[in-house]
């Protein structure tokens, strides 16, 4: 370890070289006699230096302070550099750092979005990015600065969340350059080195027993009706679990279920011919909360939908978790009916709203072909309801 005295006496020397102390600590000596204090450290795997200030002013004590400062920074998770930056950044009153960039961004774009997505975007900025980079202003963030954040996320398992979070970075630096804030966009070309997510199939039994087997077992304990025909609506439909928790009675028109645009995954309105098992489950449902404005109402309040989880929770309770999930009925639907009538793809395809490569077609396609999609699910209705009671008798089940 160095002492004061040590630390006088070192002399200039043709090139620049390193005195160590302790923990990282060191300082270096230039060949014109300045001695600076460093404490080198590591995040990520790669090695970093933090330069503390020059010698005499800051004094030995006062480098070793600084030092156990940068390294409780470490033990929170931070990189001191960045911690430094914001610091001086706050100090200073920047007005072009990350966080008011990002809110003119999160302002400028808030009116395209829908509200659930808006929210979504600034919870996550909110979240991952502003405790971390906020204060630190556009043109001092560098890309390992980025990536740190998105690594820190990655750690948590939750690497598409890393990928969206890094998206909006980027998005909002493009804000900054085109406003003359920055030069560059130092999150553009980090997604290649992100861990590659990996997409799993959603659990689905495919064939006919398994799914009599799973609505004997459903609808045989102890549930809410209204969550027993929303589970069941939801596997006549073939529609996706959260735009049945959303339905409104004003989207039904006597056998048509007209869901709206901004209620679709991608965006596009979205026509369903309902089955007669289907209009069966609305009849049922008319005594139930046909006075609400939702199908299918929270427990709690019959001006909320229901919540997507309880579907779930419904079917893990029953024994099927890790088997077969609410999303996963337009897997047992496309899996049968395609083996069923191969010729019929294309109109399968449109009853899953899926989207097409084709936009243009898309868009002129999206209300058409509504008898051959009726027949088709008829036809599935017919099937699965084969080896299933009535719905009037989910009326008799208790809830929990």
């Known amino acids: 370890m160095l002492t004061d005295i040590a630390v006088k006496r070192l002399?200039?020397?043709?090139?620049?070289?390193?005195?160590?102390?302790?923990?990282?600590?060191?300082?270096?000596?230039?060949p014109n006699g300045s001695?600076?204090?460093?404490?080198?450290?590591?995040?990520?795997?790669?090695?970093?230096?933090?330069?503390?200030?020059?010698?005499?002013?800051?004094?030995?004590?006062?480098a070793r302070a600084a030092r156990d400062k940068?390294?409780?920074?470490?033990?929170?998770?931070?990189?001191?550099?960045?911690?430094?930056?914001?610091?001086k950044?706050?100090?200073?009153?920047?007005?072009?750092?990350?966080?008011?960039?990002?809110?003119?961004?999160?302002?400028?774009?808030?009116?395209?979005?829908?509200?659930?997505h808006g929210g979504q975007v600034r919870s996550t900025l909110e979240q991952f990015v502003w405790p971390k980079l906020g204060n630190v202003p556009v043109a001092e963030i560098t890309p390992p600065m980025i990536l740190a954040v998105v690594r820190d996320i990655e750690k948590r398992a939750a690497i598409e969340t890393s990928r969206r979070v890094l998206q909006r970075i980027s998005a909002v630096f493009?804000?900054?350059?085109?406003?003359?804030?920055?030069?560059?966009?130092?999150?553009?070309?980090?997604?290649?080195?992100?861990?590659?997510?990996?997409?799993?199939?959603?659990?689905?039994?495919?064939?006919?027993?398994?799914?009599?087997?799973?609505?004997?077992?459903?609808?045989?304990?102890?549930?809410?009706?209204?969550?027993?025909?929303?589970?069941?609506f939801l596997a006549l439909t073939?529609?996706?679990?959260?735009?049945?928790?959303?339905?409104?009675?004003?989207?039904?028109?006597?056998?048509i279920w007209n869901i709206p645009a901004q209620r679709m995954k991608?965006?596009?309105?979205?026509?369903?011919?309902?089955?007669?098992?289907?209009?069966?489950?609305?009849?049922?449902?008319?005594?139930?909360?046909?006075?609400?404005?939702?199908?299918?109402?929270s427990q709690h309040n019959v001006n909320r939908p229901l919540s997507g989880n309880a579907l779930g929770y419904?079917?893990?309770?029953?024994?099927?978790?890790?088997?077969?999930?609410?999303?996963?009925?337009?897997?047992?639907?496309?899996?049968?009916?395609?083996?069923?009538?191969p010729q019929d793809g294309a109109f399968i395809e449109l009853i899953l709203a899926h989207e097409k490569n084709d936009k243009i077609a898309a868009a002129y396609n999206r209300a058409q072909h509504v008898e051959e999609r009726r027949a088709i699910l008829q036809e599935w209705a017919d099937l699965i309801c084969e080896g299933i009671g009535r719905p009037s008798y989910l009326l008799e089940v208790r809830a929990r």
């Open 11 to 30: 002399k200039p020397q043709e090139k620049p070289y390193r005195k160590a102390d302790s923990g990282g600590l060191a300082i270096r000596v230039l």
């Open 35 to 62: 001695k600076l204090w460093q404490f080198r450290y590591r995040v990520g795997g790669k090695e970093n230096t933090l330069s503390i200030g020059p010698y005499p002013e800051v004094s030995l004590a006062q």
């Open 70 to 87: 940068a390294k409780a920074e470490l033990r929170a998770n931070r990189d001191p550099n960045i911690t430094r930056k914001q610091e």
């Open 89 to 116: 950044a706050a100090a200073a009153g920047v007005k072009n750092r990350l966080h008011s960039v990002g809110e003119d961004w999160l302002k400028a774009n808030m009116g395209r979005w829908t509200p659930k």
């Open 174 to 232: 493009i804000h900054a350059v085109a406003h003359g804030l920055t030069d560059s966009n130092p999150a553009a070309n980090l997604k290649s080195v992100l861990a590659p997510v990996v997409h799993q199939r959603r659990p689905a039994i495919t064939e006919l027993p398994g799914l009599y087997q799973l609505f004997a077992d459903v609808e045989s304990m102890p549930a809410r009706p209204t969550t027993l025909l929303a589970l069941r």
């Open 238 to 255: 073939g529609v996706r679990p959260g735009e049945v928790c959303g339905a409104l009675w004003s989207e039904i028109t006597g056998d």
């Open 266 to 297: 991608m965006k596009r309105a979205h026509v369903v011919p309902l089955s007669r098992q289907a209009l069966e489950v609305l009849e049922v449902l008319r005594e139930l909360t046909g006075n609400a404005p939702y199908l299918f109402p």
């Open 314 to 341: 419904c079917l893990n309770r029953a024994g099927y978790q890790g088997v077969h999930c609410p999303h996963g009925f337009r897997s047992s639907l496309s899996t049968i009916m395609n083996t069923r009538r």
